[in-house]
Structure formats: structure tokens, C-alpha cells
């Protein structure tokens, strides 16, 4: 093994498909939270964690942009992970014979067509890995599970009808974090930069600091605010730009974004993952 790397969720969950497609040479440890994850990775019980970020579908994973700033972590790289959703079933069922698909309910929410055609009752489960597992354990024939392919090997399930999900680019973006940032040039797509900044209470503050991004012709992929602490008058801005802190475009944007600012952190420059150019 190359080392270890934590994920949330049980075995067979797409966090878990993102770490093998990620990292294919580290075991992959489950945990129950996030923060569990993420304090896994501190404490150097693993080496990284893969944290969920966003969903093409959905958006943004609730909570995981409160979490990154004071994780204490650094972004060192990116996946993109194509969520195909699969019905699975206990070993020798057919499609026929499944009644009740259990899954998380955002899983659930995607696969409305192909529930409705067939007449499945959805059945809410805590989460999609851990709903193959239950259909395991129960033995039940008439119940299956949406989840990965990886879930089906894992708790020995047949997978009864293969990409079932409403949208066919359904993609979650995932990020590998890491105890020490990793500032080298990799990869071949080019490299991202994330952050995290508050502006100077100034009117027109945000509109000024993005001006250096736009003047320096920077591409800002993201930008995200959100409230801290609960308190309606702190915002904080979360943004991912394509460069690297050293490239003189990116440095002259940084320096004007300082200057508008109160804050400002770089949690991570990592390689863009290829499928970002699809």
C-alpha cells in the first residue's frame, strides 16, 4: 500500500469509488462523519481524506465549505467522479422481483424515470453503500438498493440494471486534502487555486477586489459566500481560479485582492482534473 487515505461514508460509497479512482494504491478507511475524516488526517492515522464538494446536479455539499477553512488541511489535488447509479439485488433476483429500491434520498431523487417506469416504491436510507449493505443482510428478495458497482462487489449483491440515473453527466467533484500543501507544477491540464477571503467593509469591496482577476485576464471558476459564525453581517467568500500563485497574471490578481481585503488564505493549488476540460 502507498498509504492510507479516510472518506466518509461506508464501504462502497462514491467517496469510496473516489479514492480507488484517485488513489488506487492506498486503502481507503471509512468514517462516519466528515469531521471524523478530516480529524483522521490530522492526527496522521492516514496519510489524506477525500472530501465531497460538489454535485453537478445538486451543488455544493452542505457544510464541507464551513469545514475546509478551519480544517487545518490543504488541498493537493482533485477528482471528478461520474455518479453512476445502479439497482442491486440479492445474487439470482431479477429485475421482475424487486419491488422496493432503498437509497439515500438524493440518490433516490435521481433515478425518478426509471422508478416510475418499472413501479418502485423508494425506501429512504441513511445513506447508498449503506443500503446495499442492509439489502444484504436482510435477504429479502423483493428489496434492492441503488448504489455503485463498487457497493454490489463489496457486499456480494448482483447489479440487476446497470446506469439508471435521469442525467447522464451527473459528476461530484471530490478533493484530496492533505497535513502539508503541496505547491509543485503536475499534472497536464494546468493547475487550480482555492481560497478563502473576506472583504474590507467598503462600499464596493467585492466588486473592487474582482476587478485584478478580470484586468489580469485570471479565469475564476468559483465563487461562493457564506455566511460565519451565523451572523448576517460576516461573509466569507470561497473561490477557485485556474493558475498557480506563482504565474505573474495570478500574483498581480492576488496582490490587488489583498488590498480589498480582511482575510485571505490559499488552502490548496492542485493539479486540474482532466474530465474539468470536458
Known amino acids: 500500500m502507498d498509504g492510507r487515505i479516510a472518506f466518509q461514508g461506508e464501504p462502497g460509497a462514491y467517496s469510496h469509488q473516489a479514492c480507488r479512482q484517485a488513489r488506487p494504491g492506498f486503502e481507503a478507511v471509512p468514517c462516519e462523519t466528515f469531521e471524523d475524516a478530516i480529524e483522521m488526517c490530522l492526527s496522521g492515522e492516514t496519510d489524506l481524506a477525500m472530501l465531497p464538494v460538489e454535485n453537478s446536479t445538486y451543488g455544493r455539499v452542505a457544510d464541507i465549505h464551513h469545514l475546509l477553512p478551519a480544517s487545518g488541511l490543504h488541498i493537493v489535488d482533485e477528482a471528478f467522479v461520474r455518479v453512476h447509479i445502479n439497482l442491486l439485488g440479492l445474487p439470482g433476483t431479477q429485475l421482475g422481483d424487486i419491488k422496493r429500491a432503498m437509497s439515500h434520498t438524493v440518490l433516490l431523487g435521481q433515478c425518478r424515470e426509471f422508478l416510475r417506469k418499472h413501479d418502485l416504491k423508494s425506501v429512504t436510507g441513511a445513506d447508498t453503500a449503506g443500503s446495499a449493505k442492509i439489502v444484504a443482510e436482510r435477504g429479502d428478495r423483493s428489496l434492492g438498493a441503488l448504489a455503485s458497482e463498487l457497493a454490489g462487489e463489496i457486499y456480494g449483491l448482483d447489479v440487476l440494471a ?102 485571505l488564505t490559499i488552502f490548496g493549488t492542485y493539479p486540474a482534473d482532466p474530465m474539468r476540460r470536458a
Not at 453527466?169 to 491540464?189: I, Q, W
Open 162 to 263: 446497470r446506469h439508471i440515473e435521469d442525467k447522464s453527466n451527473n459528476t461530484t467533484r471530490f478533493l484530496v486534502m492533505s497535513r502539508t500543501p503541496d505547491m509543485t507544477r503536475r499534472g497536464n491540464d494546468g493547475m487550480m487555486t482555492s481560497f478563502v477571503f473576506r472583504v474590507r467593509n467598503i462600499p464596493a469591496a467585492l466588486y473592487k477586489a474582482m476587478g485584478g482577476f478580470a484586468t489580469n485576464g485570471v479565469n475564476m471558476t468559483k465563487l461562493e459566500s457564506y455566511m460565519v459564525d451565523g451572523v448576517f453581517s460576516a461573509t466569507q467568500f470561497y473561490a477557485d481560479i485556474e493558475g498557480h500563485p506563482d504565474d505573474a497574471n495570478v500574483r498581480r490578481a492576488m496582490e490587488e485582492l489583498e488590498y480589498f481585503t480582511s482575510f
